[in-house]
């Protein structure tokens, strides 16, 4: 993996990367990268990496089947954010399982198997309340208008 100064256009670090690196995704402290080839997630410390710095790169198992023994995969996102900090999912479609991961943690912390159907790409969507202040919660809905609808009279 290369990691480059956009502002200089140089090419300032790069990070090892094994078994076909085909994906990467951010959470506010790591570079999450899936590999075709193996089974691990490769997380690469943002805090490390940049010129002169040496990037520290941590690993966990995602299931016990590399992704491209599941034959075609899907271009979408394999691993995603989950809505709470420092948390992700990771889809493995060769073993039908979506895992859950914990920043810290030396393996994921749960998983959700499917049966009859393959897993192929993972997205969360945040329908969460957070607390604006104390004891003051707030969300955001959408509410869908009404096209051609008759309310009955009462």
């Known amino acids: 993996m290369h990691v480059v100064d956009t502002a200089s256009n140089e090419?300032?670090?790069?990070?090892?990367?094994?078994a076909q690196p085909y994906q990467i995704t951010f959470s506010e402290t790591y570079a999450y990268v899936r590999s075709l080839g193996?089974?691990?997630?490769?997380?690469?410390?943002?805090s490390t990496l940049g010129r002169g710095k040496s990037a520290t790169v941590q690993n966990f198992v995602a299931g016990s089947i590399a992704p491209k023994q599941a034959g075609k995969l899907a271009i979408a996102d394999s691993v995603a954010t989950a809505?709470?900090?420092?948390?992700?999912?990771?889809v493995n479609p060769?073993?039908?399982t979506t895992y859950y991961?914990?920043?810290?943690?030396?393996?994921?912390?749960?998983?959700?198997?499917?049966?009859g159907s393959s897993p192929?790409?993972?997205a969360v969507v945040?329908?969460?309340?957070?607390?604006?202040?104390?004891?003051?919660?707030?969300g955001r809905v959408k509410i869908p208008?009404?096209?051609?609808?008759?309310?009955?009279s009462c």
Do not use: C, H
């Open 11 to 18: 090419l300032v670090q790069q990070v090892p990367i094994k």
């Open 38 to 46: 193996s089974e691990q997630v490769s997380m690469i410390n943002l």
């Open 83 to 90: 809505a709470e900090e420092g948390t992700v999912f990771v």
């Open 94 to 96: 060769a073993d039908g």
């Open 101 to 115: 991961y914990r920043e810290g943690m030396n393996a994921p912390s749960s998983n959700y198997r499917v049966y």
């Open 120 to 122: 192929r790409a993972v």
């Open 126 to 138: 945040d329908r969460s309340m957070k607390e604006v202040e104390p004891g003051v919660y707030a």
């Open 145 to 152: 208008v009404a096209a051609n609808t008759t309310w009955p």
